[in-house]
Each structure stands twice: as C-alpha cells, then as structure tokens.
C-alpha cells in the first residue's frame, strides 16, 4: 500500500507557559487544547463545545480527575461534564471522537486539554466506549504507522509527528524500552553518572511541568548533590523541595530500558527492545524551576509518595527537552534519541556501573496526587509544529 506523507504546521499560543495545538471540535474551531500524554481523554470548557453535522448527544455524564495540576507537580482537580460523539480534527486528520463538554467551572486553561495517553486508557465511563484520540486515529486507520513522536529542543522550539518515526531529527539509534500500560515503563536512577536504584515505574507525562519522584529516593539526591531539602505538609501529602546553587546543577538521569529488560532482550534475538541501556539526563539548563535570585533556585525535581502507586516516578517537559521520545502504541514500547542539536545535557550515554542506593528517612505520606493513575496538565512553554503521516 502506498504511504502518503505531508506535513502540516499547527502553530501554538504560549500563555502562562502552557503548551497547546490547535484543534477543530464538534462545529468549534481554532480551539487551543494542551497535549497531554498523562490523560485520555479530549475535553472542552464550559460554552466552547459546538455540535457538528455529526454530533450525538449520549446522554452520559463524565467525572474527570486530573493529577500533578500545580505547577510543583501537586494538586488534583475534578470536572464534570457531558459526553457527546463527534468529529475532531488535529493537524488535517479527523477521527470520529467521543469528547467531553464540561460544565460549570474548569481549572483547565485556554479551550481544554487533548489527552494522548496509550492504548485504551481514558476516565470516561465504560458505558460511552470512548478511546484515546490518537488511538481513535489508529483504530479509523487515519494514520500509517500507530505511532507519534514528541521532539522537544531546549531553544523553546518543538515538534510532534504523527504516524511515523521520523529519523532525520535526531541523532544516533533509537533507544527502545518496553511499556508495562500506557507509558508507564521501568528505568532506572542514574546520579553523577551512576546507577543508584533499579527497576523504577516511570511514567512519562508531556503535560506535567516538573519531575517527582519518591521521597526517600529523592531524599537521597539532594544529600548525595547538596542539594537543600525542605520538606512540608500539603493537602495531598508530604512534599520535598530542593534548593541549590543556580550556576552548580547536578547531573541527575534515567537510564533506559532498565537493565533487566535490557538483559532479557539481550537473551531474545528477535526483541524489538534495546540490547544494551543509555542514559539520559535531565538537561543542566531545565534543573530551575524557579530562580529566587541571589544565585538560588528551586529544583525543578522534587518529591512525593504517591499511596495509590509506591514507588512512581512522573517525569515531565523538563527531562523531554533535548530529546526525540517515540511513543509506539502499536508495539507497545516507547523510544529515545538526542535531538540533533540538542544541549550535551540531554545526551544519551553509555551504562554506568550500579552502586549502592544512600538511605534516607522516608515520612508517611497522607495523600497522592495521582488519581486513577491520570497525571495531567501542567505547565509547558514550548513553540510546537506538528508534523503528520496518513495513509
């Protein structure tokens, strides 16, 4: 079957540094939804939604609840809507879609949000049969390859690319892990060039602005890297902050696949699955989230035990910079390269020889912010072009 390719460019309005793509709803066009690969779900603000030739009331009423929604990565909110079946539209492909209308007031900015989780994973009620919008595209065979691509420089300039892998934007092999759902995938830890902790669930979340990770591990980087923590109480549990130096960040990465898949795919000759892992750190330039002058800064890595989930790590826009992230939905596995260009920051480098984890004392926690393992909108400040495939 012959493939036809074309490229479309979506262009972006970056405000309070959130991330959006233009999408055309329902009979409502030029609506600016963030990208989000924490959630499922394509949802609207109060008034936007506008039926179109297609529209079906389904007469179901949704309850979404989205984590990591402060911009340290904590908090939770909850929408409430209608549900409706209709066109939508991203980047010249149109997917039948179930979308939601929401009702009453939305903590979402600017139009809504536009979740591009994994395979079947959305909040919507059973009952309504909705998908993902980019499994949709899957599914109505709109694309050729079930597969996006978010290529995210550190200059404040991005690309997403649908239904394809496109090779000429980064550098070196793909580096391929295998998911365990969604994009849910064990790494490993990887402090000062090297290994501290093995095996980690991570969860990589376009929509999220910071990167959490457990407390007691995240405890045990800021002692190892001098890093100041400080450690206080909020409505969602116990939070860890670090402070440190502005011109000394520490060098601080994931190593993926893990080293047991890598292992176990090194056995399989036949594995798609990476051989042999790479690192890849967070960049030098993404370590302030915030800069409190004086030379000192808020790390954008902080930490939080989500109950629900022990042991989960959220990973979010600052370790995607620099970083070409494949998201294969088809195979089940998700990829990384270094972007052409890209800060030496976020180079992949080679397996580093695993050393005992520093201890650290862990509190109780008293709450998560992660709910029905949705960890959602957050803050972005990419431009962003979208680059798409069709069949």
């Not at 309850?63 to 010249?92: P, Q, R």
């Not at 420089?153 to 690309?159: A, I, L, V, W």
């Not at 190892?224 to 969602?236: C, D, K, N």
Request: hydrophobic residues 40%; aromatic residues 8%.
């Amino acid at each position: 079957m012959a493939i036809l390719s074309y490229f479309t460019l979506v262009s972006l309005a970056i405000e309070v540094g959130l991330w959006y793509a233009d999408f055309t709803v329902g009979g409502a066009s030029n609506l600016s939804l963030l990208i989000d690969t924490g959630s499922g779900d394509i949802v609207v603000n109060p008034g936007i939604y506008v039926p179109g030739t297609t529209s079906e009331n389904l007469n179901i009423i949704f309850e979404n609840t989205y984590g990591t929604t402060s911009k340290d990565g904590t908090g939770s909110a909850t929408i409430v809507g209608n549900l409706y079946s209709d066109e939508v539209t991203f980047g010249g492909l149109t997917a039948t879609q179930i979308v939601g209308s929401a009702n009453g007031t939305s903590p979402l900015e600017k139009s809504g949000i536009a979740g591009f989780s994994g395979q079947r994973f959305n909040q919507f009620p059973a009952s309504s049969n909705a998908t993902p919008f980019f499994q949709s595209l899957c599914d109505q065979k709109k694309v050729s390859e079930c597969r996006f691509g978010l290529a995210l420089s550190d200059d404040g300039t991005g690309t997403q690319i649908l239904g394809e892998l496109d090779t000429s934007l980064y550098t070196g092999d793909l580096v391929v892990a295998p998911i365990l759902e969604n994009w849910v995938l064990l790494g490993d830890l990887v402090v000062g060039g090297e290994i501290q902790e093995t095996d980690m669930p991570i969860e990589l979340d376009s929509g999220t602005a910071t990167i959490v990770g457990p407390i007691h591990a995240v405890s045990a980087i800021f002692n190892a890297t001098g890093i100041q923590g400080v450690l206080r109480s909020t409505s969602e549990g116990d939070l860890l902050t670090g402070y440190f130096l502005c011109d000394k960040p520490p060098t601080v990465g994931f190593n993926f696949p893990s080293k047991t898949n890598a292992s176990l795919a090194a056995k399989d000759i036949s594995s798609t699955i990476s051989k042999k892992s790479s690192t890849f750190n967070i960049p030098l330039n993404a370590w302030a989230a915030v800069d409190n002058g004086n030379n000192n800064c808020t790390a954008v890595l902080s930490g939080q035990n989500y109950e629900a989930h022990p042991g989960l790590w959220v990973i979010g826009q600052p370790f995607f910079q620099g970083l070409y992230i494949d998201h294969n939905l088809e195979n089940g596995t998700v990829g990384f390269a270094t972007l052409k260009g890209a800060n030496p920051g976020s180079m992949a480098t080679p397996t580093p020889t695993p050393t005992p984890t520093p201890t650290a004392s862990t509190p109780t926690p008293t709450g998560g912010a992660i709910v029905n393992r949705q960890s959602a909108w957050a803050m972005l400040g990419f431009a962003f072009t979208l680059i798409v495939v069709t069949m």
